[in-house]
C-alpha cells in the first residue's frame, strides 16, 4: 500500500471572517494544502501555532492586539518550523521592511491570483525565500531613509511628535508631558533636524506620509482635525 503524501498544514491569520472563508475556499482547489486553522488576533495566533504547529502561518498584516511584526519574531524564536507568508492589501514599504527583517519569506499581494498563492505556499515549505529584487530594494531605500531617521528619535521625541501631530500647542505638550515649554521646543529642534524638516507642519506630513498605516500604535489612538487637514493636503 503507498503512503499518502502528508499534506502541507496552513493556518490562516486575519481579523476578517469573509477574508478567512474566501481564502479557505481557495486553497480548497489544492488537494495538498491542508487549513488547520483560523486565528482573527494575535493571541489566537500564538495559541494556535503552538498547538497545530502548521508548515505554514498566512499572516494579514492587521491583526488585532498584537503588531505583526512580533508576531512573527515569536514564531521564528519558538516555532522555527512554521513559515509565515505575509497575505496583505497593505503594500507600504515600513510593513515590508519590517515583516522582511522579522523573518518572513514572502510579502503578498491579497489580490494574487489562487494559483499564484498555491505555488507560493509550496515553495515555502520548501525552503524558498519569495522575496523578489524590487522588494529588497524598496525594504533597503526605507531603511536608509525614514527608518534611520525613526531610529534617531528618543522615546520622549516620540511623544511630543504625537501631541504635535495631534494639533497640541507648545503649551498644551508641556503640561501633558510634564515638562517646559523651552524643553517642548528643544526636543521639536531635535525632531525636525533628525527628520529633515522645517517646521510644524512638515513634521507632521512627513509622519502621516511615512508612518500613515500605523498612526494608531505610532501617533496615537486620538487624532485631531489638525492630521485630517494634513492628511487630504498630501492626497
Given at each position: 500500500?503507498?503512503?499518502t503524501?502528508?499534506?502541507?498544514?496552513v493556518?490562516l491569520?486575519?481579523?476578517?471572517?469573509?477574508?478567512?472563508?474566501?481564502?479557505?475556499?481557495?486553497?480548497?482547489?489544492?488537494?495538498d494544502?491542508?487549513?488547520?486553522?483560523?486565528?482573527?488576533?494575535?493571541?489566537e495566533?500564538?495559541?494556535?501555532?503552538?498547538?497545530?504547529?502548521?508548515?505554514?502561518?498566512?499572516?494579514?498584516?492587521?491583526?488585532p492586539?498584537?503588531?505583526?511584526?512580533?508576531i512573527?519574531?515569536?514564531v521564528?524564536?519558538?516555532?522555527?518550523?512554521?513559515?509565515?507568508?505575509?497575505?496583505?492589501?497593505?503594500?507600504?514599504?515600513?510593513?515590508?521592511a519590517?515583516?522582511?527583517?522579522a523573518?518572513?519569506?514572502?510579502?503578498?499581494d491579497?489580490?494574487?491570483?489562487?494559483?499564484?498563492?498555491?505555488?507560493?505556499?509550496?515553495?515555502?515549505?520548501?525552503g524558498?525565500?519569495?522575496?523578489?529584487?524590487?522588494?529588497?530594494?524598496?525594504?533597503?531605500?526605507?531603511?536608509?531613509?525614514?527608518g534611520?531617521k525613526?531610529?534617531?528619535l528618543?522615546?520622549?521625541?516620540?511623544?511630543?511628535?504625537?501631541l504635535?501631530?495631534?494639533?497640541?500647542?507648545?503649551?498644551?505638550?508641556s503640561?501633558?508631558l510634564?515638562?517646559?515649554?523651552?524643553?517642548?521646543?528643544?526636543h521639536?529642534?531635535?525632531?525636525?533636524?533628525?527628520?529633515?524638516?522645517?517646521?510644524?507642519?512638515?513634521?507632521?506630513?512627513?509622519?502621516?506620509?511615512?508612518?500613515?498605516?500605523?498612526?494608531?500604535?505610532?501617533?496615537?489612538?486620538?487624532?485631531?482635525?489638525?492630521?485630517?487637514?494634513i492628511?487630504?493636503?498630501?492626497?
Amino acid at each position: 500500500m503507498i503512503p499518502t503524501q502528508k499534506k502541507i498544514t496552513v493556518l490562516l491569520a486575519d481579523d476578517h471572517p469573509s477574508m478567512r472563508a474566501g481564502i479557505k475556499e481557495l486553497l480548497h482547489q489544492a488537494d495538498d494544502i491542508e487549513v488547520v486553522g483560523e486565528a482573527s488576533n494575535g493571541q489566537e495566533v500564538f495559541e494556535l501555532v503552538e498547538k497545530l504547529k502548521p508548515n505554514i502561518l498566512l499572516l494579514d498584516l492587521m491583526m488585532p492586539e498584537t503588531r505583526p511584526a512580533e508576531i512573527e519574531k515569536w514564531v521564528r524564536q519558538n516555532y522555527p518550523e512554521t513559515v509565515t507568508l505575509v497575505l496583505t492589501s497593505h503594500d507600504r514599504d515600513h510593513y515590508l521592511a519590517q515583516m522582511m527583517d522579522a523573518g518572513a519569506v514572502g510579502y503578498l499581494d491579497k489580490k494574487i491570483e489562487s494559483n499564484q498563492l498555491i505555488d507560493a505556499i509550496r515553495r515555502a515549505v520548501h525552503g524558498e525565500i519569495l522575496f523578489d529584487n524590487e522588494q529588497y530594494l524598496r525594504a533597503k531605500n526605507w531603511k536608509e531613509g525614514v527608518g534611520n531617521k525613526i531610529n534617531q528619535l528618543t522615546i520622549k521625541e516620540i511623544e511630543v511628535l504625537r501631541l504635535l501631530a495631534e494639533g497640541t500647542s507648545n503649551e498644551e505638550i508641556s503640561a501633558k508631558l510634564g515638562i517646559s515649554v523651552k524643553t517642548v521646543s528643544f526636543h521639536l529642534t531635535n525632531i525636525f533636524s533628525k527628520l529633515d524638516v522645517k517646521s510644524r507642519q512638515e513634521a507632521t506630513i512627513w509622519a502621516v506620509r511615512n508612518l500613515s498605516d500605523n498612526l494608531g500604535k505610532f501617533l496615537g489612538k486620538r487624532l485631531g482635525i489638525f492630521l485630517v487637514v494634513i492628511w487630504v493636503e498630501i492626497l
